[in-house]
């Protein structure tokens, strides 16, 4: 894994969680579906950070880890299946399984059949939005992006 992988999973990360996921907050607030809005500058314990910054330094974190798997999960689903997989389902379970117990809410917020819902919906634009990013961040940074099989390669341009 080299050191631009993992940084530009780390900006792809932040970036999707900025734009991406606050963007569907943002949408799904303004249609009366979440009571709160998104880009929230309001402070977080223990550092007074917003909770914007916040939630996109996870994200960069969580953006780290998609760098990382992003081969395995494209080769055997696909890149944007791959970031919807990845979104749906290691962020959710942390969610769901350490952040709230850790918060002393209930393991899954209480499983109500709406949250849970809006976590995957949420957390998947969150991966898809990452896997984007990345993509366009490896071609950015030189490292290219391995072509479909449709695509002609360079041997047989001449």
């Known amino acids: 894994m080299t050191p631009t992988r993992i940084a530009v999973g780390l900006v792809a990360g932040f970036l999707a969680?900025?734009?991406f996921q606050s963007g569907l907050v943002a949408i799904l607030h303004a249609a009366?579906?979440?009571p709160f809005a998104p880009w929230s500058l309001a402070p977080v314990p223990p550092f007074g950070?917003?909770?914007?910054?916040s939630a996109a330094f996870?994200?960069?974190l969580w953006g780290v880890a998609y760098a990382l798997l992003e081969p395995r999960l494209t080769a055997r689903l696909g890149w944007w299946p791959g970031g919807l997989a990845f979104g749906a389902v290691l962020p959710?379970?942390?969610?769901?399984f350490v952040v709230m117990p850790l918060?002393?809410?209930?393991?899954?917020?209480?499983?109500a059949p709406s949250g849970v819902l809006l976590a995957i919906v949420v957390h998947a634009v969150f991966g898809l939005g990452t896997a984007l990013?990345?993509?366009?961040?490896?071609?950015?940074?030189?490292?290219?992006?391995p072509r479909s099989p449709a695509a002609p390669s360079d041997r047989s341009r001449g």
Not at 49 to 53: E, G, I, Q
């Open 17 to 19: 969680v900025l734009t």
């Open 32 to 34: 009366g579906a979440v």
């Open 49 to 53: 950070v917003p909770r914007s910054l």
């Open 58 to 60: 996870w994200g960069g």
């Open 92 to 96: 959710v379970l942390v969610l769901w």
């Open 103 to 111: 918060k002393g809410q209930p393991v899954g917020g209480g499983f």
């Open 133 to 145: 990013v990345f993509r366009f961040g490896l071609r950015l940074a030189g490292r290219g992006v």
